[in-house]
């Protein structure tokens, strides 16, 4: 069957950076599974595989916009090394939870300056163009336990319930 709204998609996916440089991917034998059509994986992947079939293999390259955001530079600030009390080693990289007025999110320390430290609240991947090679492994349609729960059991899916 094609992929349509509410269909259970299994897949296989390398992503790769503008430079070819691999990001990520799934592992061998545990391809990931989705329930499509409801914003579950980023919009440019997702309006790509509509239509396709179990089987199929294709590249998709996606843009910023419709990837992780556009980089947004509001949301880097400079703190003082003492609004991050307790925390033990700061770090370039290290990826933490700051309180904002919006409630928690993650931030990723980007660098650290003699008492200031930047933190930088931009998914990992903003602003970056993004090539996608999948592989479809499996299309079906959703159970109703799936539609009520709005998620994918089973391999792949959410195993915990
Ligand atoms: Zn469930």
Known sequence: ???GTDSVVTFHY???DEDGTVL???DPGEPLAYLHGRGHIIPGLEKELSGRNSG???TVTVQ???GYGEYDDSLVQRVPRRALRGIG???AGLRLQAQTEQGPRPVTVTQVVGDMVTLDGNHP???KKLQFEVRIEDVRPATEAELEHGHVH???GHHAH
């Open 1 to 3: 069957m094609a992929i």
């Open 89 to 91: 080693d700061i770090r």
């Open 154 to 156: 089973g391999p792949g």
């Open 56 to 58: 199929d293999a294709l």
């Open 24 to 26: 990520e991917h799934s």
């Open 64 to 66: 910023p916009a419709e």
């Open 14 to 16: 390398t992503l790769k």
């Open 125 to 127: 991947l903003a602003g």
